[in-house]
């Protein structure tokens, strides 16, 4: 298994409160990802990392940011969550920039209530 | 957002079957992976293509990248109860500008009749 971690597993948290999800690594690779999934959409790009400091937004990244302070440390921040962000978030990492894979972690459940 | 069209969305079929699927895509890659996922769990890599034409087999499981580079196909052979889950592909879309990001298919959900 790739030395992926996310917490929490599982979160309920209300409308309108700051969320941070973390995803922690071991494999020191330098791309890092975060993507939702949800029924019909499959998994949507955020954001995303190819270096500490170095993020860019993917294609669902409004009311979410990232930080990457560390090689091994991914942060997603839900500002002000709402009930549309009731998702199951996935991080992924790979090694390279090009013509690699993609490994996943075991996913973080949220609810927005 | 940019997806891939995968194909079918889901399979019901009979224990040792063989099963196909497949992803399509209007743009060029230069990698593509596919992935099975089971309940409450992440996307598990199952076999990457890197080279148009290359075929890859993991088991019973046999990939293709297409020719074109814009279709991949998954096989599977005589399929057995554990192979029930949702089978996703993905393409790393490469078009430049330092950034390598992954798309993915809508899934294919398999289940498996014993």
């Known amino acids: 298994d790739a030395g992926i971690t996310q917490s929490p597993r599982h979160k309920v948290t209300e409308t309108g409160t700051p969320v941070t999800l973390r995803c922690h690594q071991t494999?020191?690779?330098?791309?890092m990802y975060w993507y939702r999934q949800d029924p019909g959409h499959g998994l949507r790009l955020i954001h995303y990392?190819?270096?500490?400091?170095?993020?860019d937004k993917g294609e669902v990244s409004d009311g979410y940011s990232v930080s990457r302070s560390k090689t091994e440390d991914f942060l997603l921040t839900l500002e002000s969550a709402t009930s549309s962000q009731t998702s199951v978030y996935f991080c992924?990492?790979?090694?390279?920039?090009?013509?690699?894979?993609?490994?996943f972690g075991q996913g973080t459940r949220l609810t927005v209530v | 957002g940019q997806q891939l069209n995968q194909s079918p969305q889901s399979m019901f079929i009979q224990e040792g079957e063989d099963v196909s699927m497949n992803c399509t895509s209007s743009?060029?890659?230069?990698?593509w992976l596919w992935y099975k996922q089971d309940p409450g769990e992440g996307p598990v890599l199952l076999i990457a293509?890197?080279?148009?034409?290359e075929l890859t087999s993991n088991g019973r499981l046999t990939a293709q990248f297409g020719i074109t580079r814009k279709d991949s196909f998954l096989n599977i052979s005589a399929s057995i109860p554990s192979d029930v889950g949702i089978y996703f592909c993905?393409?790393?879309?490469?078009?430049?500008?330092?950034?390598?990001?992954?798309?993915f298919g809508t899934g294919t959900r398999l289940k498996v009749l014993a």
């Open positions: 992924a990492i790979s090694r390279f920039d090009m013509n690699t894979e993609a490994f």
């Open positions: 494999e020191n690779h330098r791309y």
């Open positions: 990392s190819y270096g500490v400091k170095d993020t």
């Open positions: 743009s060029i890659f230069n990698t």
């Open positions: 293509l890197y080279k148009a034409g």
């Open positions: 993905a393409g790393q879309d490469g078009r430049g500008g330092g950034t390598y990001k992954y798309i």
